[in-house]
Each structure stands twice: as C-alpha cells, then as structure tokens.
C-alpha cells in the first residue's frame, strides 16, 4: 500500500500509537463542495468487539438506525466501519434508511466482509438525499487506500472533517505483563456539539477510538459508557445536540492482552487510557469550536449532587450572555451568578463564591474584596480560561468544558448554505 | 404641573387612554452614564390594589426582596410605584436591601406615604452598588414631576429603558354599563429576556400595568398570572433569565367600575383588555430584541400537551444553530427538526411538519416535495415571520414569540462593560 497523499503537515500520531489488528482508509468520494477527502473506513483484520452510544436526540439520523441494527444483528462483531462527511443523511425518510442499507451491502461485497457487520456513520448537513451512487462508486478506491499507518488513520480523521479547522487524534498505551495494549482515537466536531450520548442510541460529533486489547461486548459498552459520561458528555459548544452523534469503541483484540473486569489492574490500566484518549479528543472539540477566541473550563463545587453540579454548568456553558462577556474578556461575574441561579437547581446564592483562574470575583453572592478588575480583565485576555463556581453547599461537583459566543459564530452559522 | 420635556417624538398613547387615578414622573437622578432620565415613579392618588408577579431566577435582586416584602405589609394596597434603570442591585447582598429599603424610606416622606406601601424596582448592571444617594437626592425632583398626562407615563417608559432603543406602551379600554375601564401599561427589555415568572415573585424585564378599575387583590393576582402565562412568559430573546424581572397590575379603581369574578361580562372584558396590552408590551420587547433582524412567531401544534408544545417552542428558540440560521434567512428546517428532537419531549419524528408562514418546507420528517428554496428564502427576508410545526399528535399547542441571533448582538453584549 503507498503512503496517502494530503496529511496534515505536523503528525497527529506515532506509528507506535496506532492500535494493531486494523487498518485505515479514506478517499474524495465528491460529496463536499471543497472536493477535500469526505469518505472513510477502517477495517478490521478479523470480526471484532465494538461498542458504541449515539445522540439522545429523538430525531436520529439513518445511519444510527442502521449502525444500531448493525451492531445488535452482528451481536457487536464489526468488520468495517464506514463514515461520510458532507451529508448527514437525516430527516430523510425511509428512503433515507435504504440509502444507508445500500451503501453497506455494496461494501459488503467490495470488502469480502457480512453487510450487518458494518456500522455507517455520517455528519453534515440535515435533509438532503445521501449521495448513495458516489459512495458506492468510491468504494474500490476505498479498498484500495486502506493501511495501517498513523498517516492513513489520519487521513481518516481529516475525511469526517466538516466546519472542523484541523483534525483530531489522541492515543494513549500501557502495559500489560510485557505486552503493550494500545488505544488511539479520531473525532471530528465544531458546531451542534452539546453531546447527550446514550446507550439506547444517537450525535454531529463523531468519535472512533481504536484498541488492539480484547474486550468482552458487554464489558467494552460498560467502558465506553463510563468514559463518554465524563468526557464527551461535558463538553458544550453551542448547546444544540446533533442528530448524528456517534461514538464507537473497537477492540481488535491483535495485542493478545484480554481486559475483563476480573483482572483489574488491567481493566484500571485501560479505563485510565480510554478516558485520557476520550478526554483529549473531547477536549479537541472544544479548542476548535466555531469562531470561539476562549476555551473555558468550568470547575463547579459545593453543589447538592454532582447531578447539580452539572445542571449549573450546562446553564452557565448555554448562557449568551455569559459566552458574549467571555468573548468581551469582561468579568462580568453577575451574568454567571444570574445563569446559576436560573438553572432550576436550589442554590442560596448568599453562598456562592466565583473565581477567573485564581482570581477570586464574587464572595458569598456580592463582589468579592479582593476584585482587581484590570487583572481579572487581563486573565481572560488568555485563549484558555477557568472559571470555579463553588456553591458553598454539598460535595457535588463536576468538570465542564465550553467556549465563548463569538460575532464569528453567528457569522459562520448564518452563511446562507440551505 | 408642566408638561414634561423629552418625550418621543411620536406619542405612544392618547391622553385618552391613560387610567385614572395615577400619577407618573421621571428624572435623571445620574445613573445613567448618558444622562438619560433614569428613575421614575408612579402615584395612586390613594391606597390602591396591586398584584405582582417576579423572575423564577433563584438570585433575586435586592429590590424585588423589598418589594415582595412590601406587598405583604400593605396588604398588596400601594401608594407608590419607585424604578430606576442603570442599576439592577442585584448580588448586592443585606448593603442592596438596606439601600432598596432606605430609598423607598426617604420617598415615604417625600411623597407622605407609608414606606411599605411603596414598591421598588430596579434595572441595570448586576453588582454594583445602588447609588443610593443620587436616588435620595433626587426625590424632591421626581415628586415635582408627577403628572397625570400620557406624555407624564411615556417618560416614565423612558426613564427605565437600558438597551432598549425606543420606548414601549400600550392600552386598551372597554365599557362597563356606559362607564369606561382603561388600562395602559409600559415596559423595558431587550435583552437577557426569557422572563419565568411566578407569583412566588422575582425579573430585568419590568412591566407596569395600570387600570383605573376596581379589583380586589385575589382577583388582582390572578388575572395577572393568567395573563402573563400566555404573554410575558412565551417571549424569549436571549434564553437569560434575568434577576430582576417584575410584573405590575395597579388598579386605582377610580373609574368606578369594579372587576369581580361574580360578574362576568364586565371581567372577561378586563382579561381580554389585560391580555391584549400584555401581549402588545411582550411583543414590543421581542421586536427591539437587542440586534436582532427578525421577529419569529412559533406556532407549535400537535402535541401531547400544551406543556410538551411549550418545551419544544422554547427549545427551537433557544437553538442558537436555528437563530443564526433565521439571521442568515436560510430555510434550513434541519436545524430545527433538530431542535425539536432535543427538547426532551417524546415527538414522533416522522410526524413532524414545519412551514415558514403558508410554505411547507418539512414534510413528516422529510423535505417537503412542496419545497421552494427560493420562495422560503424571499419569506425569510421580511422582518416578521411566522415558523409552525405540527408534530401530527395530540391537541397541545402554544404560541411563543422570539428573534434570530445576530452577530450584532454579539458585540453589544461582548462590549467590556464591568
């Protein structure tokens, strides 16, 4: 297999980081205008465990149906995973599930694999009939791309790319009696990202992560979940969740360590690299949210439960005020204090304390004594700010990331484009 | 007294529609940094039933503490109707209710009143300390310019206006046995407007309605929740709910006609009048929504119920992805078919229609083989629309009133401002 044209200029990954057991494709199949890579795969050298959980929009796209089917008709033993960006295949009908079935059975045959052993994914836009015939008519090419390189599973993360600035990839590794387990993961996302991901399965953010451990079905579900609930499941950019969102976990089982519950130093090990490589690319998303100039992170304490405590973020994450005073570099604190204080949750706003950074701004529900506001002011002229909510109550608490709302954003997104 | 300098320029009521039995003023007591008029007030020529609703917003600003007080105390019988803009002190701590109480004090000699008779309202910058000597000092002024004139009421509609761009009022009036029932009211708001109010008080979108009926306070309070449910509380601009919001029925009853439920013609017509300046005020503030480009008029329809249709109104204007889209005139219906699948309500995606004004853009789930790009597109220029989304089920239905998102708005609330 040659070395594919058009990656990124400074690497994403190692070749060491690439989990064994698959390989890797991508091609120009002509869905997006710009007529960049918009068509991918990774293939399985032999059937192997996958997990995965979609958006919890009611309105799901085809693929999710279809990969859903896919994933309970094949008892979660994939062969090949194929994902398109341009078109998110959604709101399409019927016709729109046929679309999908199509370009699997077609793959089927192209790759020598079962067509029910397949999961699509597509994001893009909403709508509008999939390009099936262009698809199928790429998939030899596909075929012929495939390898197992950093470079080719980069080019994969570059093809499920949309308003998406650079691609995104983390991996991690650990070891295991002598032998290394590996883990790498691809993600693409900017816009209608507020993940929701559930196991009854649906998201616009599409997240691939790659193992060459072995994992039982139920237990690798059991991983993912635990996971996505504090990495994907905490990062807000606009609040709107997508119809499309799809995370899968795919365990080749090539490194010849088996994670189980059982063994638990393992299965720690693993979980450990799982939610870095999740928190990593989650964290990705957000640095390349649409038009943002701050990426924030939210450290909400002293909440009732940990359930408040995130009920407070996302207020605070979907807030247009607190997003536009972020953009300003404004410390604004009372925006943040009136979006906690709406966000349904019993607080006693007499106890809640906001801090920029280290910068202590609101003491007990007033202006703190000690607010210098030229240096919170210069704190938020950084790219990565934090912001410390502590409620004064409870031991609930939670992590959350989000950006500011930019005149870029409403640029981007109200480009006449339908 | 003389008539008022600085009115608008086109009067916004008829002398004739001004209810009797008040009194208005406005000053600039030099909270505003341009030196508009900023502290108004309203007198009832005696004791005078008054029922109030505020924001649900757990952070409730000093004054709407003081006024919840004062209702109580008075019995819900007030003399004096006290708001500044400028400043909302709000996250002022026991300093904001001591000010909010010394304020309405000095005005009970000024204006010789009991002190608990007087409601106080604010609006402004969350934070920051009242001014409460420039209020103080500016009583005597105030009392000097009361006035029973509608060029007396439209001045106080501008003395509380803070990003509004023009001031707002409105009146209706019916006959009772040949005697006549006015009701005008005023308002300000233009953005952190998603009032929830409660009768368990808290707002910055402040409304003052007045009637020279006679009602007894019960009544009084339940006419206003009525009315406000399907008026100020199905408007959003920003999706903020704000700290201060506070809601006013005042009725002096001097002209006579007294409004009970025993009889009915006499108080349906004062709810239709009630409901008609409500929903006049509420859609006056959508219309000077900050920024905005157009006004949208959701009608959802074919709920579960009428809450499932006002979950999912809410969470169509609360998309930014659909706002920005509106602000781009971009029918893109993908959005909100979005939208609505992630309003938490169980819809049956395939059974959703929506259409722009007469033009059916999605069709049960699908695009609509009606569809007119163009046709939408030249819809969507006009500043007023009309966005309808049946969800083929039940009987629920609701009304709400909203705007697009744009990068104006952006940089009003983005400007460094603390």
């Not at 609930?229 to 606009?238: A, G, H, K, P």
């Not at 100039?293 to 247009?320: N, T």
């Not at 502590?390 to 031991?395: A, D, F, K, Q, Y």
Request: proline letters at 4%.
């Amino acid at each position: 297999m040659d070395a594919p044209s058009n990656v990124s200029h400074q690497p994403l990954l190692t070749e060491e980081a690439v989990p064994r057991g698959f390989r890797f494709g991508a091609v120009r199949a002509g869905i997006k205008a710009s007529g960049n890579l918009d068509f991918a795969c990774a293939a399985a050298e032999k059937p192997a465990t996958a997990a995965a959980v979609f958006t919890s929009n009611r309105v799901v796209a085809a693929p999710v149906i279809v990969a859903r089917r896919h994933l309970q008709d094949s008892e979660q033993r994939l062969s090949l995973l194929l994902a398109n960006a341009g078109n998110a295949n959604c709101a399409t009908g019927n016709a729109g599930i046929e679309a999908a079935q199509r370009v699997c059975q077609e793959a089927g045959a192209v790759f020598g694999c079962n067509s029910h052993a397949i999961l699509p994914a597509s994001t893009g836009i909403i709508g509008v009939p999939l390009p099936v015939e262009k698809l199928i008519g790429a998939l030899p090419a596909l075929r012929a791309a495939l390898g197992s390189s950093a470079a080719h599973l980069e080019q994969m993360a570059q093809a499920i790319m949309t308003t998406d600035t650079k691609p995104k990839a983390a991996a991690a590794s650990f070891d295991v009696a002598g032998r290394t387990v590996r883990l790498a993961g691809i993600t693409k996302g900017a816009g209608m990202i507020f993940p929701r991901l559930v196991s009854a399965p649906h998201a616009t953010m599409l997240a691939f992560l790659f193992t060459d451990a072995e994992i039982a079905p139920l237990h690798a579900a059991n991983l993912l979940e635990g996971a996505v609930e504090t990495t994907f499941n905490r990062i807000s950019i606009d609040g709107d969740t997508s119809t499309n969102d799809t995370v899968v976990l795919w365990a080749s089982g090539a490194s010849g360590v088996a994670i189980s519950p059982a063994q638990s130093d393992a299965a720690a090990g693993f979980r450990r690299a799982l939610e870095q490589v999740c928190l990593s690319l989650a964290k990705q998303i957000v640095a390349d949210g649409e038009g943002i100039e701050h990426m924030v992170e939210l450290e909400v304490g002293g909440a009732g439960s940990d359930d408040d405590a995130l009920r407070i973020a996302r207020a605070i994450a979907h807030s247009p005020l607190v997003k536009t005073a972020w953009a300003g570099c404004d410390p604004n604190w009372g925006r943040i204090l009136s979006a906690v204080g709406s966000s349904g949750v019993a607080i006693d706003p007499s106890q809640v304390s906001i801090f920029y950074g280290d910068l202590e701004i609101c003491n007990r529900g007033g202006v703190s004594p000690r607010l210098d506001k030229e240096a919170a002011h210069r704190y938020l002229q950084q790219r990565e700010i934090r912001v410390r909510i502590n409620l004064g109550g409870g031991s609930g608490a939670c992590r959350f990331w989000t950006t500011d709302l930019t005149a870029e954003y409403v640029r981007i997104n109200s480009a006449y484009s339908t």
